[in-house]
């Protein structure tokens, strides 16, 4: 069985869909499919690359495509990006032969057109692996505006995603969002996103040179580790950090990147903490250590974005054993797995007077933190781990090319 999957990011970037992606086309390849990955050649954070445009990785057969190399720092820069990457992709895929099913994640948005066209040209089978939801994330975030584009934009994906033959989506939240857009339930497929369990284990402080490097002994580290970007809340972390502040035996540690990092340093720099520290992303051999460095993680989502968007840095947090305070919406996937797995607390992002409390509490509380972390782990083990959704969607993948 050949699979061909399509996401503009793939091994070596660091990306979140980047690693995930990576870690599910080895995955398959491992259960005996033939897998090919078209991608792009341009990183997430937009810096250049010096990588082939055809190669083989664990027996994945990649082929990165052109495209411009505007970045994510600029609006009309990314959708130039977005264009240039789907026609050389469309070029690319009339091309292919022998695929029995196209799988497409959401970046660049819209892929699940370009599945369903490709699906009808070539007679393949076509299975869309759903991150976030598009447009409407676009829309609540403010990137695209209400009006005729914006209407028709929502008529192809949300027509697109009807016909798909599967959709394998990463939340109940965004379960129901999509029925509710009026997707059939029979084409929905629930299976989260995940963590490899066996790289990422909870480092114990002594043995752990990321958080010596960075100063962090003897102090109580609350850490946002992952991407920032439009659907993340900004506001509640900076009232936490400021409120934080006249603790010193706490410090905050940002690690990564996004669209919404620089507003944040602004705002650290006018306001002139001292109690927050900045680092970029780590590599995905160091997060054993810079995940266990945190003693607790923060995790965000603006209150719109529920149903829209899943953030997976929630599960590798929860593979190294640490406690999570959540600041979000109540009815989202994070939030349900916070509660359900006892590994932490949950806020809307308007309580975070209740949330620093929390934190500090947990701060002075060790054996509470092991108690919620140890928690964590338990249910990750046994539902998010790695060869879980391997094997969950290798399952989806052949039962939708056997037409059942």
Same mark, same amino acid.
């Given at each position: 069985? *050949?699979?061909?999957?399509?996401?503009?990011?793939? *091994?070596?970037?660091?990306?979140?869909?980047?690693?995930?992606?990576?870690?599910?086309?080895?995955?398959?390849?491992?259960?005996?499919?033939?897998?090919?990955?078209?991608?792009?050649?341009?990183?997430?954070?937009?810096?250049?690359?010096?990588?082939?445009?055809?190669?083989?990785?664990?027996?994945?057969?990649?082929?990165?495509?052109?495209?411009?190399?505007?970045?994510?720092?600029?609006?009309?820069?990314?959708?130039?990006?977005?264009?240039?990457?789907?026609?050389?992709?469309?070029?690319?895929?009339?091309?292919?032969?022998? $695929?029995?099913?196209?799988? =497409?994640?959401?970046? %660049?948005?819209?892929?699940?057109?370009?599945?369903?066209?490709?699906?009808?040209?070539?007679?393949?089978?076509?299975?869309?692996?759903?991150?976030?939801?598009? %447009?409407?994330?676009?829309?609540?975030?403010?990137?695209?505006?209400?009006? #005729?584009?914006?209407?028709?934009?929502?008529?192809?994906?949300?027509?697109?995603?009807?016909?798909?033959?599967?959709? $394998?989506?990463?939340?109940?939240?965004?379960? *129901?969002?999509?029925?509710?857009?009026?997707?059939?339930?029979?084409?929905?497929?629930?299976?989260?996103?995940?963590?490899?369990?066996?790289?990422?284990?909870? =480092?114990?402080?002594?043995?752990?040179?990321?958080?010596?490097?960075?100063?962090?002994?003897?102090?109580?580290?609350?850490?946002?580790?992952?991407?920032?970007?439009?659907? *993340?809340?900004?506001?509640?972390?900076?009232?936490?950090?400021?409120?934080?502040?006249?603790? %010193?035996?706490?410090?905050?540690?940002?690690?990564?990147?996004?669209?919404?990092?620089?507003?944040?340093?602004?705002?650290?720099?006018?306001?002139?903490?001292?109690?927050?520290?900045?680092?970029?992303?780590?590599?995905?051999?160091?997060?054993?250590?810079?995940?266990?460095?945190?003693?607790?993680?923060? =995790?965000?989502? #603006?209150?719109?974005?529920?149903?829209?968007?899943?953030?997976?840095?929630?599960?590798?947090?929860?593979?190294?054993?640490?406690?999570?305070?959540?600041?979000?919406?109540?009815?989202?996937?994070?939030?349900?797995?916070?509660?359900?797995?006892?590994?932490?607390?949950?806020?809307?992002?308007?309580?975070?007077?209740?949330?620093?409390?929390?934190?500090?509490?947990?701060?002075?509380?060790?054996?509470?933190?092991?108690?919620?972390?140890?928690?964590?782990?338990?249910?990750?083990?046994?539902?998010?781990?790695?060869?879980?959704?391997?094997?969950? $969607?290798?399952?989806?993948?052949?039962?939708?090319?056997?037409?059942?």
């Amino acid at each position: 069985m *050949h699979v061909l999957i399509i996401n503009r990011f793939f *091994h070596p970037d660091q990306a979140a869909t980047s690693r995930l992606l990576t870690d599910l086309a080895v995955g398959l390849c491992k259960e005996g499919m033939q897998i090919s990955v078209l991608t792009g050649r341009l990183s997430y954070l937009g810096s250049n690359m010096s990588l082939p445009a055809r190669e083989i990785y664990q027996g994945v057969a990649v082929r990165r495509l052109w495209s411009t190399r505007f970045g994510r720092r600029s609006s009309m820069g990314r959708v130039v990006d977005y264009v240039s990457f789907c026609i050389s992709l469309i070029w690319r895929a009339l091309f292919a032969n022998r $695929i029995d099913c196209v799988m =497409v994640m959401s970046d %660049p948005p819209m892929l699940s057109v370009l599945a369903l066209v490709l699906g009808w040209l070539k007679r393949w089978k076509t299975v869309c692996w759903l991150q976030d939801v598009f %447009p409407e994330v676009a829309l609540k975030a403010g990137v695209l505006k209400q009006g #005729k584009l914006a209407s028709a934009l929502m008529w192809l994906t949300h027509g697109s995603l009807r016909k798909t033959d599967r959709i $394998i989506v990463v939340g109940r939240c965004m379960e *129901h969002r999509l029925l509710e857009l009026g997707i059939p339930r029979d084409r929905l497929t629930l299976i989260p996103n995940w963590a490899d369990g066996e790289c990422l284990k909870a =480092v114990a402080p002594a043995d752990n040179w990321f958080r010596k490097r960075h100063g962090l002994e003897g102090r109580i580290t609350v850490m946002y580790s992952g991407n920032l970007g439009v659907v *993340h809340e900004t506001d509640c972390l900076f009232r936490i950090m400021r409120a934080l502040r006249v603790t %010193p035996e706490v410090r905050v540690m940002i690690l990564g990147d996004g669209s919404a990092m620089a507003s944040l340093k602004d705002a650290i720099r006018r306001e002139q903490l001292q109690n927050v520290s900045f680092v970029g992303y780590q590599h995905q051999d160091d997060l054993r250590y810079s995940l266990s460095a945190g003693d607790i993680h923060l =995790v965000t989502l #603006k209150s719109e974005m529920e149903g829209l968007s899943v953030p997976s840095k929630v599960y590798g947090i929860m593979a190294v054993s640490r406690p999570i305070i959540f600041l979000g919406p109540q009815g989202s996937e994070v939030a349900a797995l916070v509660r359900e797995a006892g590994c932490g607390e949950t806020f809307s992002a308007t309580d975070d007077e209740k949330a620093t409390i929390a934190i500090l509490d947990l701060g002075r509380d060790h054996r509470r933190r092991e108690y919620l972390g140890s928690g964590g782990r338990r249910y990750f083990e046994s539902y998010l781990d790695k060869p879980l959704a391997v094997q969950r $969607i290798s399952n989806v993948l052949r039962t939708v090319v056997k037409g059942k």
